[in-house]
């Protein structure tokens, strides 16, 4: 088991729910299914975070497919504080769900406490400071409470780990480490820039056709980077296209919706 994976199994032992939050461009390669064992017993919502990023149509068919699993999924920019009083109110409701159990099981009413968890870069820290900004407090070291566990309180019955869980991508199917490089989630080493900017304008072509000629007044045939290159004027000294320049802004366009929204994976 990695470090991260022992903090996180004994973090888990802390908290009643798990916000669990996924990639919505990626839902299946930003998942560990690790979590479904970590978090066994404890009720659980699911995130698709940077909704914003992706295409609306394919996110509403995954939180068909969560709910399918019995989960509570969402989706949301969690870099918008606003979008959070919904998560606050799922939260609540799985919470509340949790504790009705927990009372007819005998065990007393104390506040709910809850953590998030998901593969770096699936904005655990933008979340945890949003949902955050209208907390009623940080708390300290308490009785029965670890010590130097930091909790949010976000209402007198509801309480959030201040640090995320980390988990890691499974890479047993190659196209994962395909797809978190294209969203940028993983190291851009794993594959040479140019190759990844190929990947990313195939995977266009094919199934957004019209968004390169759209951002870049080419026509989507023959050898695309070079083109792309002479249109955004990325050329060599000697006048030659720079593919790798005009690489490093096709794959920075893709991932930052400048491209448009996109869904990588579809149920
Ligand atoms: N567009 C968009 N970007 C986001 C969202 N959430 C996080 N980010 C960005 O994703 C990057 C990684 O976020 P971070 O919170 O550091 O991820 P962490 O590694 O899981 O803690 C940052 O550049 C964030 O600004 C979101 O919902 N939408
Ligand atoms: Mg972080």
Known sequence: MTKAMRQMSEDVKLVDLIIELLDARVPLSSRNPDINTLGRGKARLIILNKADLADQAVSDKWLDYFAKEGHTALLLDSRNPGGMGEIRKAVDKVCREKKERDLKRGIKNRPARAMVAGIPNAGKSTFINSIAKKAVAKTGNRPGV???????????????LDTPGVLWPKFEDPSVGLHLAMTGAINDDILPREELAGEIL????????GRIAE?????????LT?????????LKAGGEADLLRASGAVVDDFRSGRLGRISIERT
């Open 146 to 160: 670890t010590r130097g566990k930091q909790w949010i309180r976000l209402n007198p019955m509801l309480e959030l």
């Open 215 to 223: 951002r870049y007044g080419i026509d989507e045939e023959g050898e």
């Open 226 to 234: 070079g083109a792309i290159a002479r249109r955004l004027g990325c």
């Open 202 to 209: 195939q995977f266009l072509s094919e199934r957004y056709p």
